[in-house]
């Protein structure tokens, strides 16, 4: 989610190059990934009015050799990405789960009560608010999203459906009054004013307030070739180092941090304000994470030029393995029409003629192709049917609950291809 833009130099309509460093503003910037030109991962096809292409956009990466923020070379415009949203994060129960367990622990540690309001920015369909709701606490969500903001407040999760920025900050705090937690769960890569999106926390959240963040963590990204999580939403790809900075810079402090197995490696990070007194800042945490940042060269750009070379095994793995079965004449089918199935098909090169149909819970996306690769989406009841011989994994990140809920289709012969963190057939 962009709420402005302040600097980038505009070039045609739909999006913006980067100058500097949306952190830093330094400009040594260096480009470590090129994933070629890839269609929006949320801009599914639909069959019966095809356009006669899909709109694609450059997805390339650089280094800031600044204060290591790695970011894309371009902006989209929110507005193109967000207005519409396929992606609802209730579809895995593995992420439902991890949600019950945020808000559990949150409770908790922070002993919140039902005078306590909770706000979730980027809230979808209200799945990480439902969790908070057991614990009897006030929850609004904020998301751009209307067909989301609709489901969710539908659901019993009251949702202002708006961009975040300072002045929704402020609409929210003259209506609902300050929030003791907010929380914002893969959205803030998300954002390129980083300022913006922190000068609204400042307004809602109250003095002693929480703020708690769940990113992609780059360390994963790079040590286990994660390649296809570079989208256009995600324009950055966050170490704890930038992050420090970018709180600090805004009168904020990181006060505790630790990973999460979720969306294939992910940090949590709890914000307090500056001069709130009341909270410690665990530093044995924070350094802990800085010095394995340090130990696995994550702050040196060779290390960035050795995962792109991986990243290209990855594709001709993929391709000769696929083609290969093709020519066997297996089916070959994948599960998970997801944003990052999107960037890996387009970028390896992969369509209808490999991988005949993917399977998606998702009700919005069945019926429609994937953006550029064009294959049908479609509902787990084809698997059942079908059997195919192979089934490409798109969503590895959920790759134990997509294998737990397919176990006929394993025990009836079929078997699987997982495509990160190189390609293997299980
Ligand atoms: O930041 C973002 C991340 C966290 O989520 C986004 N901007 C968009 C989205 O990215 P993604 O689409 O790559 O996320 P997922 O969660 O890996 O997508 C999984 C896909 O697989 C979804 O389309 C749902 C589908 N799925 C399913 O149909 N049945 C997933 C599971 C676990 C299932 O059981």
Redesign the pocket.
């Known amino acids: 989610m962009i709420n402005s833009i302040s600097d980038p130099t505009e070039i045609p309509e739909d999006y913006y190059i980067l100058h500097e460093c949306r952190i830093c503003k330094g400009n040594n910037l260096k480009e470590f990934l090129n994933l070629g030109d890839i269609p929006l ?1 949320n801009s599914y096809v639909d069959v019966n009015s095809p356009p006669p292409f899909d709109e694609k956009f450059p997805l390339k990466v650089l280094f800031c050799q600044g204060c290591n923020l790695s970011q894309l070379s371009i902006i989209v415009r929110p507005e193109i990405m967000y207005k519409n949203y396929s ?3 209730s ?5 439902i789960d991890h949600c019950f367990r945020l808000a559990n622990s949150t409770v908790k540690r922070f002993s919140l009560t039902d005078k306590d309001l909770v706000v979730d920015i980027a809230s979808n369909d209200g799945t990480a608010l439902g969790e908070f709701l057991k614990f009897g606490v006030r929850v609004l969500g904020v998301e751009p999203a209307k067909n989301l903001a609709k489901i969710a407040t539908n659901q019993g999760v009251t949702t202002v459906a708006e961009f975040w920025n300072k002045e929704t900050s402020s609409k929210i705090e003259s209506k609902y009054g300050k929030a003791s937690i907010i929380s914002a769960m ?1 959205v803030v ?2 954002v390129h004013d980083l300022n913006s999106f922190i000068e609204g926390l400042d307004i809602l959240l109250k003095e002693e307030g929480v703020f708690v963040m769940e990113v992609p963590y780059l360390l994963n990204f790079i040590n286990k070739n994660e390649f296809d ?1 570079t ?1 256009h ?2 324009l950055s790809y966050f170490l704890v180092k930038p992050l420090i900075r970018i709180f600090a810079a805004n009168g904020f402090e990181i006060f505790d941090i630790y990973k999460s197995t979720i ?1 294939g490696g992910s940090i949590r990070v709890f914000v307090k304000k500056k001069l709130n007194p009341f909270i410690q800042v665990d530093h044995d945490a924070i350094n802990w994470l800085l010095e394995l940042e340090n130990d696995l060269g994550l702050y040196d750009f060779d290390t960035y030029l050795r995962f792109s070379e991986d990243v290209i095994k990855i594709k001709s793995d993929l391709m000769e393995l696929l083609t290969r079965l093709n020519k066997q004449n297996k089916n070959i089918a994948a ?7 999107t960037v890996l098909a387009n970028y390896c090169g992969l369509g209808n003629n490999l991988v005949q149909y993917v ?4 009700p919005e ?1 069945q019926g429609f192709l994937t953006p550029g690769s064009r294959i049908p989406i479609v509902d787990y009841s084809y698997l059942k049917k079908k059997q195919p011989d192979y089934l490409l994994l798109l ?1 590895w ?2 790759a134990d ?2 294998m737990e ?1 397919t176990q006929d289709y394993k025990n009836a012969g079929g078997k699987y291809i997982v495509p990160i963190p190189s390609v293997r057939v299980l």
């Open positions: 991962v992606y609802r994060s579809i895995s129960k593995t992420f893969n890569a998300h999580t989208y939403e995600h969306h599960y998970g029409a997801s944003a990052k199935g399977v998606d819970d998702t996306k969503a990140n959920f609950e997509l809920k």
